[in-house]
């Protein structure tokens, strides 16, 4: 569980990082672990009191106006990295960044066909797997993707 703090009147934050209510100074918080949900917890330095309210979500996922995620989260969760991504960047490949080198190779196995099209495309799939990684192993497309991701996210 993570265990978080929120005045009555603000979105809960992750007990490492809780804010205090004008949202400029951080807490200073012991193990927070101990406490149970619902207590009040009181800030030694101001004075507040906080509820605390216990989540298995990230701070980023239950923050927000509406405590379903923070629209300004940059972060990307594992999905996302590991699946979006990369998804995004292979149809980007295909449709603008290789799109001639894809296009013939699709010709070429209309032409031969799926099976033997495999044994006679080869120097055209080649090419194309060439470009592909070119793309896929270059840092700046990978950034671009992911802030256009992040961008229609937020």
Excluded: Q
Excluded at 29 to 50: A, P, Q, R
């Amino acid at each position: 569980y993570i265990c978080t703090l929120s005045p009555s009147y603000l979105d809960p934050h992750n007990f490492h990082i809780a804010k205090s209510a004008m949202g400029e100074s951080l807490l200073r918080t012991d193990d927070l672990h101990k406490l149970k949900e619902g207590e009040i917890f009181t800030d030694i330095e101001s004075g507040k009191k906080y509820r605390v309210k216990k989540t298995i979500l990230p701070h980023y996922s239950s923050a927000g106006p509406f405590g379903i995620g923070d629209p300004d989260d940059r972060t990307l969760r594992r999905i996302e990295a590991d699946v979006i991504i990369p998804n995004r960047m292979n149809s980007l490949v295909e449709k603008v960044e290789c799109s001639e080198r894809y296009i013939d190779l699709v010709e070429c196995l209309r032409k031969d066909g799926a099976v033997w099209g495999l044994r006679s495309c080869r120097d055209i799939l080649a090419i194309f797997n060439k470009c592909k990684a070119e793309k896929f192993h270059d840092p700046s497309f990978r950034e671009r993707v992911t802030e256009e991701y992040l961008n229609e996210r937020s």
